[in-house]
């Protein structure tokens, strides 16, 4: 089935894959031709995303599991629509007890068949977890819950396994300790199965004879459990390892402290854990993928579903974990390749790129999933002129840095330092290690080490490396150059020899140049280096820095910078041309299941960046006006101007169409969702509350300002100035979101919809952007079919953007190669107005298609409540066709006009008051 477009819906027990069944028609008639699906595999219970996969060989139960997945593949089929599946190999589900390979190496240790599946450090410089790996599970410290009693030792009468159980969390006990509980049965039966579990080799080198051993005696400790004397006996063993007993207490605390584990607060992670972890999230840990076993034991089902047809495609999620992305991606291309001969695989990667890096082109794969072309296509309808103003007034409101840089780098130092000390620590133990290997550099010490290390890493300006045996790209080495150059300046003088030994173990010296053992060292080092890199800059970044800096919240987006405050119609084109040329198949995406804002909501706040001297009287009236309601508590004033002036922004963006002021309920119900978004807001900040630490009072007080400065009886009337500004910029606001769709739906590449967004999304960061999806309306919409420039009228209730969305899928529908293959012109305009328009061909064999889509409208609008400029405002620009060749007349694709005169010249113009009369946005074919 060709690929035209794709639709992501997320998947979890409130939406099953049976759920998605009946809206496979509805899809279909939409012009969607691949349903994209979030994570599918047994995952963690109750997992709302998906991501945190405890078993890579099953279908999650809590979706249907796979005779769901059947139901749905058959709808899909039947209506002529593919399958694409967000698969996960750089992390799995740990803790709890239902992940079996984790289970199975916190009961075996090393001897486990599955440690080397997990990225474990074995032996760590803390010589405490030699051979054993940290738990840190407990939710105070182990002292303390030792001394609760919460932690209970249990027995499992059918498998014979005892364990100790803290909440959800199941801790296995290695078999080889069992005799320390059977000893205090008092059974004979027992006492000699004490000696039997005892007598299990745990060093010996034969695995499978240990594994065999302990499964007899298993065996034959059911047998006994099932006796009356057994059980009594097993009871009676039970209670000389209760903590609630000081006795007990001691007795379970020598049992726990002879197993693989260490258990421990989960605080003591950030500093201490020997095995990666996804990002700073303890409950999810880092596959080792790049092993055969392992890539073969996660991909299994997956090649199994892509092998029969089930699926057709694949999106890798966080493809920068991975220790060789590049190696990773070509073996799944192969191993797809080989499964279905008859199609090329479909590959994309989850890749945040800045603004000046690009995907690798040897990765065999079809490009990003999008977060590259949201930014540019939100960019592109910001005004340059705004800056300054907006700037100026972030700065003297907040006293913080304009330069958003700034604030990273202060994010990378923190989050280094406070959530990834643990692997900034291993990755320079393991550069420690290559030191070792030259008496020229062995004296440079761990901690020095650590110091430069850290110092490049804050640095750092993208994800990561890519780093192989034969060394690095040049591309690799001007980013390493730049990180290096920047922690010349910061770091001590006394530490800068250290810097240059840095650029040479990381890939400026080739491994496989060096004898085996260095080389192995070199690679494991580089391979540190590159998977601390992508989660500090991740964390520093999106999770942290995003929380900080409110110039304008539109450009702080996943895949963007928020340094760079606008893309120009030429840096559009020039992306647009390389999208053509190396990733035609690229996703484009404008809204995700990660977004920070949803896509209407930065279209809307884009509105700002055209009139600064507004927003700004605006917010400094109503600080102003506030300023009373802010609570003085010890460490300031709350909320502080940051989260205030971010405030502010997120009422009148994300203020829902058609909400009145004096709606109690639903004004309450949108400042709770605003509240919610904000104590988010607060805490991934980490300035004066955080996740680990919340800061009650403080959270509080932000809370109380949301609602006391939006109460409907204050003199002010404040809610409905906000209110109205809403209001006053709603309208452009759509029109923005209308280019962008527009935009998504005939650039190089593959349009994505986000669940839902086909109307207009007004949603804030997830969970907010996860809620039901009413879908019967979107369906009855649908099915009406009005020409969108009759909704146009009806603007607010998100129909008209729908219509639009359909009409110009149905026309990739008709014109697959065009899409597909066609090439990419931009288009001139002349006239006044030029610089509000942006427009480009799309060409193939003899056939075109021409987008123009209004940007900048807010002057133009005027105080119209209608997102549409006036035909009289056009007067004097045009659009400066292309040459299709021939005898030709223009059809809008969209609302069914025809444009220009029969036999027109090669090179003709067409005014834009003719073209964009009947929406803000027009898709050209000749007619």
């Known amino acids: 089935m060709p690929l035209r477009a794709t639709a992501r819906l997320q998947f979890h027990a409130g939406f099953t894959l049976d759920d998605a069944v009946p809206l496979v028609p509805y899809l279909a008639r939409l012009g969607i031709s691949h349903l994209y699906a979030s994570p599918i595999l047994k995952a963690r219970p109750g997992s709302t995303h998906g991501y945190d996969i405890v078993d890579h060989r099953q279908i999650n139960s809590e979706l249907g599991g796979e005779p769901a997945l059947r139901r749905l593949s058959a709808a899909l089929k039947e209506a002529g629509l593919g399958l694409i599946l967000d698969i996960v190999p750089n992390h799995m589900g740990v803790g709890g007890a239902d992940n079996e390979w984790w289970l199975d190496v916190l009961e075996w240790g090393r001897q486990s068949p599955f440690a080397p599946y997990f990225d474990i450090d074995w032996e760590p410089p803390d010589r405490s977890l030699s051979n054993r790996l940290l738990a840190p599970f407990l939710g105070d410290p182990y002292g303390e819950v030792l001394a609760s009693g919460n932690l209970v030792l249990k027995f499992e009468a059918e498998t014979g396994r005892f364990y100790v159980e803290y909440y959800e969390h199941r801790f296995p006990i290695a078999p080889q300790h069992y005799h320390h509980i059977l000893q205090a049965s008092e059974e004979p039966g027992l006492q000699e199965l004490a000696l039997a579990f005892g007598r299990i080799g745990l060093h010996q080198r034969d695995r499978a004879l240990s594994r065999g051993e302990a499964s007899a005696c298993r065996a034959r400790l059911a047998e006994a459990a099932a006796t009356e004397a057994g059980?009594?006996?097993?009871?009676?063993?039970?209670?000389?390892?209760?903590?609630?007993?000081?006795?007990?207490?001691?007795?379970?605390?020598?049992?726990?402290?002879?197993?693989?584990?260490?258990?421990?607060?989960?605080?003591?992670?950030?500093?201490?854990?020997?095995?990666?972890?996804?990002?700073?999230?303890?409950?999810?840990?880092?596959?080792?993928?790049?092993?055969?076993?392992?890539?073969?034991?996660?991909?299994?089902?997956?090649?199994?579903?892509?092998?029969?047809?089930?699926?057709?495609?694949?999106?890798?999620?966080?493809?920068?974990?991975?220790?060789?992305?590049?190696?990773?991606?070509?073996?799944?291309?192969?191993?797809?390749?080989?499964?279905?001969?008859?199609?090329?695989?479909?590959?994309?990667?989850?890749?945040?790129?800045?603004?000046?890096?690009t995907l690798r082109t040897d990765w065999m794969v079809d490009g990003t999933t999008g977060y590259d072309f949201m930014d540019e296509a939100s960019g592109v309808l910001h005004d340059p002129a705004g800056e300054g103003p907006l700037t100026a007034l972030w700065t003297e409101q907040?006293?913080?840095?304009?330069?958003?840089?700034?604030?990273?780098?202060?994010?990378?130092?923190?989050?280094?330092?406070?959530?990834?000390?643990?692997?900034?620590?291993?990755?320079?133990?393991?550069?420690?290690?290559v030191a070792m290997r030259d008496l020229i550099t062995r004296d440079f010490t761990l901690t020095a080490l650590r110091r430069a290390l850290a110092e490049v890493l804050v640095h750092f300006p993208i994800y990561r490396l890519y780093i192989t045996s034969g060394g690095r790209s040049a591309e690799?080495?001007?980013?390493?150059?730049?990180?290096?150059?920047?922690?010349?300046?910061?770091?001590?003088?006394?530490?800068?020899?250290?810097?240059?030994?840095?650029?040479?173990?990381?890939?400026?010296?080739?491994?496989?140049?060096?004898?085996?053992?260095?080389?192995?060292?070199?690679?494991?080092?580089?391979?540190?280096?590159?998977?601390?890199?992508?989660?500090?800059?991740?964390?520093?970044?999106?999770?942290?820095?995003?929380y900080r800096y409110g110039r304008l919240l539109s450009r702080n987006e996943v895949g963007s910078d928020p340094g760079?405050?606008?893309?120009?119609?030429?840096?559009?084109?020039?992306?647009?041309?390389?999208?053509?040329?190396?990733?035609?198949?690229?996703?484009?995406?404008?809204?995700?299941?990660?977004?920070?804002?949803?896509?209407?909501?930065?279209?809307?706040?884009?509105?700002?960046?055209?009139?600064?001297?507004?927003?700004?009287?605006?917010?400094?009236?109503?600080?102003?006006?506030?300023?009373?309601?802010?609570?003085t508590l010890d460490d300031g004033a709350a909320p502080g101007m940051s989260a205030q002036l971010m405030l502010y922004q997120t009422l009148v963006s994300a203020w829902p169409l058609g909400l009145a002021a004096d709606d109690e309920a639903g004004v309450t119900a949108f400042l709770d969702r605003v509240a919610a978004w904000q104590e988010k807001a607060l805490r991934e900040a980490k300035r004066r509350t955080e996740w680990a630490v919340p800061n009650a009072d403080y959270e509080a007080a932000c809370r109380d300002f949301i609602f006391a400065c939006m109460a409907p009886d204050r003199a002010s009337h404040l809610r409905d100035e906000v209110a109205g500004f809403a209001a006053r910029i709603a309208p452009a606001g759509a029109v923005n979101g209308l280019a962008q769709l527009l935009?998504?739906?005939?650039?190089?590449?593959?349009?994505?919809?986000?669940?839902?967004?086909?109307?207009?999304?007004?949603?804030?960061?997830?969970?907010?952007?996860?809620?039901?999806?009413?879908?019967?309306?979107?369906?009855?919409?649908?099915?009406?079919?009005?020409?969108?420039?009759?909704?146009?009228?009806?603007?607010?209730?998100?129909?008209?953007?729908?219509?639009?969305?359909?009409?110009?899928?149905?026309?990739?529908?008709?014109?697959?190669?065009?899409?597909?293959?066609?090439?990419?012109?931009?288009?001139?305009?002349?006239?006044?107005?030029?610089?509000?328009?942006?427009?480009?061909?799309?060409?193939?064999?003899?056939?075109?298609?021409?987008?123009?889509?209004?940007?900048?409208?807010?002057?133009?609008?005027?105080?119209?409540?209608?997102?549409?400029?006036?035909?009289?405002?056009?007067?004097?620009?045009?659009?400066?066709?292309?040459?299709?060749?021939?005898?030709?007349?223009?059809?809008?694709?969209?609302?069914?006009?025809?444009?220009?005169?029969?036999?027109?010249?090669?090179?003709?113009?067409?005014?834009?008051?003719?073209?964009?009369?009947?929406?803000?946005?027009?898709?050209?074919?000749?007619?």
């Not at 097993?234 to 609630?244: E, G, S, V």
């Not at 590159?530 to 999770?543: C, F, G, I, M, Y």
Request: net charge positive; aromatic share 6%.
């Open 398 to 433: 907040t006293r913080r840095a304009g330069e958003f840089e700034v604030e990273v780098r202060e994010a990378k130092r923190q989050i280094l330092r406070d959530n990834l000390a643990s692997e900034l620590n291993a990755t320079a133990a393991a550069l420690k290690r």
């Open 743 to 927: 935009l998504r739906c005939t650039a190089p590449g593959v349009p994505d919809l986000y669940q839902g967004t086909e109307f207009w999304d007004l949603s804030l960061v997830d969970p907010d952007n996860r809620r039901p999806v009413d879908w019967p309306a979107r369906n009855q919409a649908l099915e009406q079919a009005t020409p969108p420039q009759e909704l146009l009228h009806h603007w607010q209730d998100g129909r008209v953007k729908q219509a639009i969305l359909a009409r110009a899928l149905a026309l990739r529908a008709a014109r697959p190669e065009l899409f597909a293959g066609g090439d990419y012109q931009p288009l001139t305009v002349e006239g006044p107005l030029a610089g509000h328009v942006l427009a480009f061909a799309r060409s193939h064999r003899g056939r075109s298609i021409i987008a123009v889509v209004t940007r900048l409208p807010a002057a133009l609008l005027g105080a119209g409540t209608l997102p549409l400029v006036s035909p009289e405002e056009w007067r004097g620009t045009e659009l400066v066709l292309p040459r299709p060749g021939g005898e030709h007349r223009w059809r809008d694709a969209l609302t069914g006009a025809v444009l220009g005169a029969p036999g027109g010249e090669a090179g003709d113009r067409l005014p834009l008051a003719e073209i964009l009369a009947r929406l803000p946005v027009a898709l050209l074919e000749v007619g």
């Open 231 to 357: 059980r009594a006996g097993i009871t009676r063993a039970l209670a000389a390892f209760d903590a609630k007993e000081e006795a007990g207490r001691q007795a379970l605390h020598r049992l726990l402290e002879r197993q693989h584990y260490r258990l421990a607060w989960w605080r003591a992670a950030a500093d201490e854990i020997n095995w990666r972890r996804f990002f700073d999230i303890t409950s999810l840990a880092g596959l080792r993928v790049e092993l055969p076993e392992v890539f073969d034991a996660t991909h299994e089902l997956v090649l199994n579903l892509y092998a029969e047809g089930t699926i057709d495609g694949v999106r890798i999620d966080h493809v920068d974990g991975l220790a060789d992305p590049r190696g990773y991606c070509r073996k799944l291309h192969r191993r797809m390749e080989t499964a279905r001969p008859d199609q090329p695989p479909l590959i994309w990667v989850e890749k945040i790129l800045a603004p000046f890096e």
């Open 564 to 631: 760079r405050f606008a893309v120009t119609p030429a840096g559009f084109h020039a992306t647009a041309r390389a999208r053509v040329k190396n990733f035609p198949r690229a996703l484009l995406a404008t809204a995700t299941h990660d977004h920070k804002r949803g896509e209407d909501v930065r279209a809307r706040l884009a509105v700002l960046s055209e009139i600064p001297t507004e927003w700004s009287g605006a917010v400094q009236r109503w600080t102003r006006l506030n300023a009373s309601l802010r609570k």
């Open 476 to 546: 690799d080495k001007r980013i390493l150059d730049w990180a290096i150059a920047g922690a010349r300046r910061t770091v001590r003088a006394t530490e800068r020899p250290l810097l240059e030994l840095l650029d040479g173990w990381l890939g400026g010296e080739p491994p496989r140049s060096l004898p085996p053992n260095q080389r192995r060292e070199r690679l494991s080092a580089a391979v540190r280096f590159q998977q601390l890199s992508a989660p500090a800059t991740a964390k520093s970044v999106e999770d942290t820095a995003f």
